[in-house]
């Protein structure tokens, strides 16, 4: 069962993310099949900056709304940036890194969600 902070931090980083312009933003619940989160939230960028970009705008968010992550990866390399949030965790990938990891497939017993189904 998802929780209603997880619904609310999710919003909060999606709506981060488009505020950069970010592509492809995929919600998937994975309540059901994993106790590591309720949301993975996948998106990707065109570049190095852009990725950084994204990522440092999700986290700004996210803290104004009073949540910190736990641990956030590879914002220096920024192939793959991935912000844990213990509810959520939210991968920012450069759109190489994205085909080659390709999460949307190792994780498709997951639920996808649209960001409206958030509003619920």
Not at 10 to 20: F, R
Not at 47 to 75: F, H, I, P, T, W
Not at 101 to 114: P, S, T
């Amino acid at each position: 069962m998802v929780l209603k902070n997880s619904k609310e931090m999710a919003k909060i980083a999606i709506n981060a993310l488009e505020d950069k312009k970010a592509n492809d933003i995929k919600i998937l619940d994975i309540s059901d099949v994993s106790v590591l989160a309720d949301y993975f939230i996948i998106a990707s960028g065109s570049n190095r900056n852009q990725v950084q970009a994204m990522a440092d705008e999700v986290q700004e968010m996210l803290y104004k709304a009073g949540y910190e992550s736990k641990q956030v990866e590879g914002y220096q390399t920024a192939n793959w940036i991935l912000m844990d949030y213990q509810d959520i965790i939210i991968h920012v990938f450069d759109e190489e890194n994205r085909l080659f990891y390709d999460l949307e497939r190792i994780w498709r017993d997951g639920n996808l969600v649209e960001k409206e189904d958030l509003e619920a």
